[in-house]
């Protein structure tokens, strides 16, 4: 369809723009660039150098991008993650994390076209998240980091720009989300008393890897006063037990625990596992089959045929479908705080290994 | 000025399309409505077809409803709808 980067021309090619910052940016509007914030400006130096770091070609392709059908390539995404001011360290994670988001299984198409706030959440663990200088302690899902924030930022771009997913056009969540500017943490392995997820997948220790997931944002769990497991996890469960979530109503639906460390090991000390955690919340993150009848989507709910079979108003029903469906990680710093992520319903966690990390 | 490399996807040659033919009519029609089991599709499908009922009374109904918005059609409700409608409408946004 194309030909080698170098030669394209036009607006999908080489282009020029003003040097003066603000009058780039008013251009990069024009022509319907970019999130609406400032950028770094994606010179042919700035790219290379950005290729070359890992060893990705320039044609180099990955599925392609909905609505536009473009061709992703090396060269486009890395102009992307340059825009997002992304250091060369952290492009493997960018390629490796929009790679996985554009497998079938991650359902980006709906996740673009939806109505729902649901964004491509990154996680980053292994090695790479001390050598490429990733924030897994204080404030990990928010600002002030240069690799988490331009990660999550580069894996936007890339769906707005490459993919033509904007508001109202190709991406038409009701409200959208603050996720959708950036919405990449990572895993504080240090402060995990079960040691790192994706190790528990069966990753050696020494290799990174990234977890994606269509997600809403992060629902915010306090709890500064529980002493033991249950006290936690039913402060937990009360996030998950609410019906204008997706996962109530769509099976298969999963849902990020993110255990901040205090929480983690008051939870870990009385010899609490992951798995006892998933198992945990599944049984008790549960409402009356009546509380569903009020309101969110009862009446087209998606549900596996035994959750359907339920007619018992008490009788109390998980809004996810296993233990399973509950993912524990262990990220950010001091306080009792702690967040469940939900899927947006549609999309697969898939957890991958950076290549070469 | 400074010479960048365009973040933005090459957008496709768009296909060139062409309008299928009405289907042979030898009475009035049947039209399908697939109801996607989105709140309101059946509400504004109520309506449409009351209206097009007003100025075609000959057009007959054949109505089919998927179980949720994200499931395909059931091969068996395709068939039902191929061998029923010459028309059908298939689904609907938000």
């Known amino acids: ?141 928010g600002p002030g980091n240069r690799a988490n924030a331009t990660v999550g930022r580069a894996i936007r771009l890339c769906l707005l720009n490459i993919g033509h997913a904007r508001p109202g056009d190709g991406d038409y969540a009701t409200q959208a989300s603050p996720a959708k500017y950036s919405y990449c943490m990572a895993e504080n392995v240090a402060e995990s008393p079960w040691g790192s997820y994706h190790v528990d997948l069966g990753f050696d220790p020494a290799q990174s890897a990234v977890t994606v997931m269509g997600a809403e944002g992060p629902h915010h769990v306090n709890d500064h006063v529980s002493t033991d ?55 008790n993150a549960r409402l009356p089959l009546s509380k569903y009848k009020t309101g969110g989507m009862w ?18 029903v998980c809004p996810l479908d296993s233990p399973d469906s509950f993912r524990v990680m262990v990220a950010g710093g001091p306080g009792r705080n702690s967040a469940v992520i939900p899927g947006d319903g549609m999309t697969r966690i898939s957890t991958v290994p950076v290549a070469g990390h | 000025m400074i010479t960048v490399y365009s973040p933005l996807g090459a957008l496709p040659e768009p296909e060139a399309l062409t309008i299928s033919p009405m289907p042979p009519m030898s009475s009035g029609p049947t039209i399908a409505i697939l109801d996607n089991s989105k709140h309101n599709f059946r509400a504004l499908m109520d309506r449409v077809s009351t209206a097009v009922g007003d100025t075609y009374p000959d057009v007959s109904w054949h109505i089919e409803r998927k179980p949720g918005a994200a499931h395909p059609v059931a091969d068996d409700v395709r068939e039902r709808i191929l061998e029923t409608a010459n028309v059908v409408f298939t689904g609907s946004g938000d």
């Not at chain 1, 394209?8 to 080489?14: L, N, S, Y």
């Open chain 1, 229 to 283: 497991p249950p006290g936690v996890l039913t402060t937990v469960a009360s996030m998950v037990t609410v019906l204008g979530s997706n996962p109530a109503w769509l099976t298969n639906s999963q849902t990020i625990v993110v255990l901040g460390p205090e929480h983690a090991a008051t939870v870990a000390k009385s010899g609490f596992s992951r798995r006892d955690v998933q198992l945990w919340l599944y049984e």
């Open chain 1, 299 to 316: 009446g087209m709910q998606i549900w596996p045929k035994w959750k359907e079979a339920i007619s018992d108003d008490d009788a109390l």
């Open chain 1, 1 to 141: 369809v194309t030909t080698a980067w170098t030669t394209e021309t036009g607006v999908a090619g080489w282009i020029d723009l003003p040097d003066d910052p603000a009058a780039m940016l008013d251009e990069a509007d024009r022509l319907g660039w970019g999130d609406g914030l400032p950028f770094i400006p994606p010179t042919r130096e700035r790219v290379e150098t950005m290729l070359e770091a890992s060893g990705i070609d320039p044609e180099e392709e990955l599925d392609a991008i909905t609505p536009s059908a473009s061709r992703v390539t090396g060269a486009k995404v890395a102009a992307n993650a340059v825009m997002a001011g992304c250091l060369p360290s952290v492009f493997p994670v960018v390629w490796t994390a929009l790679g996985a988001i554009l497998e079938p299984g991650f359902n980006h198409e709906g996740m673009n076209s939806t109505t729902h706030p649901t964004a491509p959440l990154v996680v980053v663990h292994g090695p790479i998240v001390a050598k490429a200088g990733f924030n897994a302690g204080i404030g990990t899902l």
